[in-house]
């Protein structure tokens, strides 16, 4: 058994390698929100505001849409058998992605695919917007209901920086939150 003292000391020592933490996380459980998306409007506000770093998912939950009412059959955010455009002569919002899917963006970034399902860290700030891949939403018709879940907590916290053991290193302190 070791006495205090040289308890003592074998801390020390780590927080001299180590450095020290006081850390807290902000931000608590993710928050959840269902949000309607219609096949026959154009980008759609969905009432979330993302910060950079923001971890985002999107799932599908229900409902059925179609992107040419009597042409092409009922199907979900993936597009169903919808096709998918690789030409340069594109004019959905997302070449490479069927057309009929369910797609989205921060503010007026570039757009990314959903389909079912997506699930990303925020690398811009804004509103996410969500929107069928389909260039003319005049003859759309359907929605389709997701939940967007966002997890905003970040973990702040002061750590002592002690050099570790080099010699001229000196101590510090650093501040802020990741």
Known sequence: MQSIPSRLFLVLAAFLVQGFACTNTIGGAPSFMSVAVDAHEEWQDSRVSLAIGDDVTIEYVEGQWTNWLGMVPFHGPDGGLSYVCTSSR?????????QGGLIGRIGFAEPFGVGDYAAFTADTD?????????VGTYDNKGSVLVRVTLDQSVECGIWLDMGGLNPGVALGFRAGCV
Do not use: A, Y
């Open 126 to 134: 804004g509103m996410l917007q969500l929107r069928m891949n389909d």
């Open 90 to 98: 594109c004019v959905e919002p997302l070449p490479g992605f069927p």
